[in-house]
């Protein structure tokens, strides 16, 4: 599986920091705002493809379903 994409990098690591600081993860919405994004599909692509590719599990009916995988995890550790 593929990497983040830089964008995708950049909500990783603040669904990271969000989750350690909060300690439950940001809405879509949330990072919609982080993000700068004028609505929530931009953020949803993205988080879909986090999880495809392995670094979130999504459960898109729960307004706060995003949960880091271990590969998730290790990116990050990486990244820090």
Known sequence: MSKPSPVQRQILLY?????????????????????GYKDVSGT??????????????????????LRMTDKGRAYIKEEQ
């Open 15 to 35: 669904i990271a920091d969000i989750i350690d600081t909060k300690y439950q993860p940001p809405t879509r919405r949330e990072i919609q705002a982080y993000m």
């Open 44 to 65: 949803t692509w993205h988080v879909k493809e986090l999880a495809r590719k392995g670094y979130l599990f999504n459960h898109a009916k729960l307004p706060r379903g």
